[in-house]
């Protein structure tokens, strides 16, 4: 494994004062938003100090850091497969390992590394989706083939594992296992798959026990990840799938309540957030998106989406891919089929304004200073939102991060940087992208790609 340090002071980025961890997907409140301070206003004149570097393998999984290590999942192909070119590619077998692996976040060096093997039949065949889930002595991952893992933060030692399709005759989603496992309290909470009323399954985080099941989807239920929100002074889990968004008690699973929502393609990947006291927001690729009200044991729409297809002239509100949206009182930003960087109004889902600028490729500080809007729309085209204070982290496809203001008056790019290279093919058309959410913490930031895993300090100096 090559591992290359640079001068940035040790520690920086593991162990610093009032550093903050991002332990699971969207951090650790699994709300996207990154709490630290003391970071740059804008970005040094030759971009931000890498502090290391380290190579890796394949896959869409972001990093977790947690306790001065990080952790993360990739997929090793067998030594004559070949990972292919086109994410719908009929067919596609891709044997490998998937490995978990575990870093010294200050240096990038190997702390321990677990791996077991698989045999991938997915379209988008590249890899593992699931940011790894650390909680206290325990760190669990998610593969693309359904393998469900727990093992030792301090030694990567596998205490207990499932598997969705052997242990509870689950389908295989089109584009892979991708819910992110959500710890509550003793449980590790799953959207499994399984026939039987077991969509959704709760295991004893410590021993893999079943503890209970709840609810049904045919076919491939999706991808969005369990989330839980107080709603009507009660504690829900929610969980969205390919018919409906639900509400569950967490403790039981028992059903609280349903709404219908029929997703075409099965493409519910963006995380639903939660709107004020009451309400709850989800947004799909080609259906939309929905507003809810939702009380103690029911729920009732607000607004539907008016949408009539994927396309920029057929879409009305916001119709994100896979980027979960920001919820900002009367306002939501998120980003749309095409790569449109939106505001919408809370209440109603009208467009406010949009903007190309975020997800396009690297721009020269003279078009920044001249406002600029690209033309070029991509389908697909993504970019991750990262509120920080009063400002925003944007990830984008290419490898960009942004600093902006995202208010309902517009975009204003602040500035930009490139931080690393898409390596992607799976998008088609020869169009390279990453599609990896960073992990914010420790003032740094780390980014992978298909070949690299690189920690920036982004530390004001």
């Given at each position: 494994m090559r591992v290359l340090l640079t001068v940035v002071a040790f520690g920086v980025c593991a162990g610093a004062v009032g550093a903050e961890d991002w332990p699971q997907w969207l951090g650790p409140q699994r709300d996207g938003t990154w709490r630290e301070d003391g970071l740059v206003e804008k970005f040094p004149a030759r971009g931000p100090k890498v502090a290391w570097k380290t190579d890796i393998g394949v896959g869409y999984a972001g990093p977790a850091v947690a306790n001065g290590k990080v952790f993360v999942i990739d997929l090793v192909p067998a030594e004559k497969a070949k990972v292919p070119s086109d994410g719908f590619a009929k067919g596609a077998r891709v044997p490998g390992k998937e490995r978990v692996q575990c870093l010294d976040a200050a240096t990038g060096k190997p702390v321990w590394s677990t791996d077991y093997p698989v045999d991938y039949t997915i379209s988008y065949a590249a890899g593992p989706r699931c940011t790894p889930t650390v909680d206290g002595d325990m760190v669990y991952t998610l593969g693309?083939?359904?393998?469900?893992?727990?093992?030792?933060?301090?030694?990567?030692?596998?205490?207990?594992?499932?598997?969705?399709?052997?242990?509870?005759?689950?389908?295989l989603p089109v584009w892979g296992f991708s819910s992110h496992p959500l710890v509550d309290g003793d449980k590790l909470i799953c959207l499994v798959g399984g026939t039987n009323d077991r969509l959704v399954v709760a295991f004893d985080k410590k021993t893999g026990k079943e503890l209970w099941t709840s609810q049904n989807c045919q076919g491939d239920f999706g991808y969005s990840p369990p989330m839980i929100y107080e709603f009507g002074g009660k504690r829900q889990l929610i969980v969205w799938h390919t018919r409906a968004v639900v509400g569950l008690e967490p403790d039981t699973g028992k059903l609280l309540w349903r709404v219908p929502f029929e997703v075409k393609y099965a493409l519910t990947a963006p995380t639903p957030r939660k709107v004020g006291a009451d309400k709850l927001f989800v947004t799909s690729f080609y259906n939309g998106s929905l507003l809810l009200k939702v009380g103690a044991d029911k729920a009732s729409v607000v607004w539907k989406?008016?949408?009539?297809?994927?396309?920029?002239?057929?879409?009305?509100?916001?119709?994100?891919?896979?980027?979960?949206?920001?919820?900002?009182?009367?306002?939501?930003y998120g980003v749309c089929s095409y790569g449109q960087l939106r505001c919408i109004e809370t209440d109603t889902g009208k467009r406010v304004w949009e903007s190309m600028k975020a997800t396009r490729g690297a721009r020269t500080p003279k078009a920044i200073a001249e406002n600029d809007e690209p033309s070029d729309k991509e389908r697909w085209g993504l970019a991750f939102l990262i509120p920080q204070g009063d400002r925003y982290f944007l990830f984008n496809e290419q490898g960009d991060l942004i600093i902006a203001k995202l208010t309902p008056k517009g975009y204003e790019e602040l500035d930009r940087a490139h931080l690393i290279d898409p390596t992607n093919t799976m998008a088609g058309r020869g169009r390279l992208v990453v599609w990896m959410h960073p992990a914010f913490a420790n003032k740094c930031v780390f980014v992978r790609n298909d070949k690299e895993l690189i920690c920036y300090s982004l530390a004001k100096e």
């Amino acid at each position: 494994m090559r591992v290359l340090l640079t001068v940035v002071a040790f520690g920086v980025c593991a162990g610093a004062v009032g550093a903050e961890d991002w332990p699971q997907w969207l951090g650790p409140q699994r709300d996207g938003t990154w709490r630290e301070d003391g970071l740059v206003e804008k970005f040094p004149a030759r971009g931000p100090k890498v502090a290391w570097k380290t190579d890796i393998g394949v896959g869409y999984a972001g990093p977790a850091v947690a306790n001065g290590k990080v952790f993360v999942i990739d997929l090793v192909p067998a030594e004559k497969a070949k990972v292919p070119s086109d994410g719908f590619a009929k067919g596609a077998r891709v044997p490998g390992k998937e490995r978990v692996q575990c870093l010294d976040a200050a240096t990038g060096k190997p702390v321990w590394s677990t791996d077991y093997p698989v045999d991938y039949t997915i379209s988008y065949a590249a890899g593992p989706r699931c940011t790894p889930t650390v909680d206290g002595d325990m760190v669990y991952t998610l593969g693309a083939m359904g393998d469900l893992k727990a093992v030792t933060v301090a030694d990567g030692k596998v205490v207990w594992s499932k598997n969705f399709m052997k242990d509870y005759d689950a389908g295989l989603p089109v584009w892979g296992f991708s819910s992110h496992p959500l710890v509550d309290g003793d449980k590790l909470i799953c959207l499994v798959g399984g026939t039987n009323d077991r969509l959704v399954v709760a295991f004893d985080k410590k021993t893999g026990k079943e503890l209970w099941t709840s609810q049904n989807c045919q076919g491939d239920f999706g991808y969005s990840p369990p989330m839980i929100y107080e709603f009507g002074g009660k504690r829900q889990l929610i969980v969205w799938h390919t018919r409906a968004v639900v509400g569950l008690e967490p403790d039981t699973g028992k059903l609280l309540w349903r709404v219908p929502f029929e997703v075409k393609y099965a493409l519910t990947a963006p995380t639903p957030r939660k709107v004020g006291a009451d309400k709850l927001f989800v947004t799909s690729f080609y259906n939309g998106s929905l507003l809810l009200k939702v009380g103690a044991d029911k729920a009732s729409v607000v607004w539907k989406s008016k949408a009539r297809g994927e396309t920029p002239d057929l879409t009305t509100d916001l119709s994100s891919i896979m980027a979960t949206p920001v919820v900002v009182g009367e306002h939501i930003y998120g980003v749309c089929s095409y790569g449109q960087l939106r505001c919408i109004e809370t209440d109603t889902g009208k467009r406010v304004w949009e903007s190309m600028k975020a997800t396009r490729g690297a721009r020269t500080p003279k078009a920044i200073a001249e406002n600029d809007e690209p033309s070029d729309k991509e389908r697909w085209g993504l970019a991750f939102l990262i509120p920080q204070g009063d400002r925003y982290f944007l990830f984008n496809e290419q490898g960009d991060l942004i600093i902006a203001k995202l208010t309902p008056k517009g975009y204003e790019e602040l500035d930009r940087a490139h931080l690393i290279d898409p390596t992607n093919t799976m998008a088609g058309r020869g169009r390279l992208v990453v599609w990896m959410h960073p992990a914010f913490a420790n003032k740094c930031v780390f980014v992978r790609n298909d070949k690299e895993l690189i920690c920036y300090s982004l530390a004001k100096e």
